[in-house]
């Protein structure tokens, strides 16, 4: 004999369901605009930026040398690496250390304080408040390894992982309204910045730039020994002759 189907009452949606998604959007709005107030804009050397650029030029002509001639690799390989004036090889020049910003760490704190802190807190009362409800059931099935996650607070050995309770959709909502407060702040917002993709290029200078302190003199002499190390075969050499040949 099957087990009846469990149903939730209709006013668990209004007084816990709701209310726990609403709470949750309304705290990552203001998460992220106390975040603008309290974090710095960050201000970047141009010495910085000018070598933090370098490396990603020397990087991308490591990687993709294979699709120029020998000549123009050549003419970049000397740009980077000629023993007199090569930029890689300034020893006259004394290259600007990205010196530890103390605004820095103290930007780290601010971070890590608006995420952690609200989000236990916040936590905890909805913990304390709405602990015991069963707020909604994934559309499809789950296993046993989903229980312990979806169904906190929940001890009920036996009741379907598919059943998420209160606690667990907080969770959810926490991290999973991203895309809801980028229609709603548009593309500015950046209260989860630290763990959002970086691919352009403007993105990966500014990490460079504005991470921990960097010995750019030894980054320098490591990308020099790499491109020193490679040997150039263009791959396009004959692509007209094997594209009519074919």
């Known amino acids: 004999m099957m087990a009846p189907e469990l149903v939730v009452d209709s006013k668990i949606r209004l007084w816990v369901f709701l209310p726990i998604f609403i709470i949750t959007f309304l705290f990552g709005l203001l998460r992220h605009y106390l975040l603008i107030m309290i974090t710095n804009q960050k201000k970047f050397d141009r010495h910085q930026l000018q070598y933090s650029h370098a490396i990603l030029r020397v990087q991308a002509l490591r990687e993709n040398n294979k699709y120029i001639p020998n000549k123009a690799f050549q003419c970049r390989k000397n740009f980077f690496n000629d023993k007199d004036v090569g930029y890689l090889t300034q020893d006259s020049v004394t290259l600007q250390q990205n010196l530890a910003n103390p605004n820095l760490l103290l930007d780290l704190l601010k971070g890590n304080m608006a995420n952690v802190l609200p989000m236990i807190v916040l936590g905890g009362w909805i913990s304390w408040v709405f602990s ?68 352009s290029t403007e993105d990966q200078v500014s990490n460079m730039v504005s991470n921990f302190p960097m010995n750019y003199k030894v980054i320098f002499k490591a990308e020099w020994e790499a491109l020193e190390l490679i040997h150039h075969q263009w791959k396009l050499a004959k692509v007209e002759y094997n594209f009519l040949k074919a």
């Open 132 to 199: 015991g409800f069963l707020t909604t059931k994934s559309p499809f099935p789950l296993t046993l390894r989903f229980k312990i996650m979806l169904q906190k607070d929940i001890e009920l050995m036996h009741l379907d992982p598919s059943w998420i309770s209160s606690v667990s959709w907080y969770f959810l909502n926490f991290f999973g309204l991203r895309s809801i407060y980028t229609l709603a702040l548009g593309e500015n917002f950046d209260s989860g910045r630290h763990d959002r993709a970086k691919n």
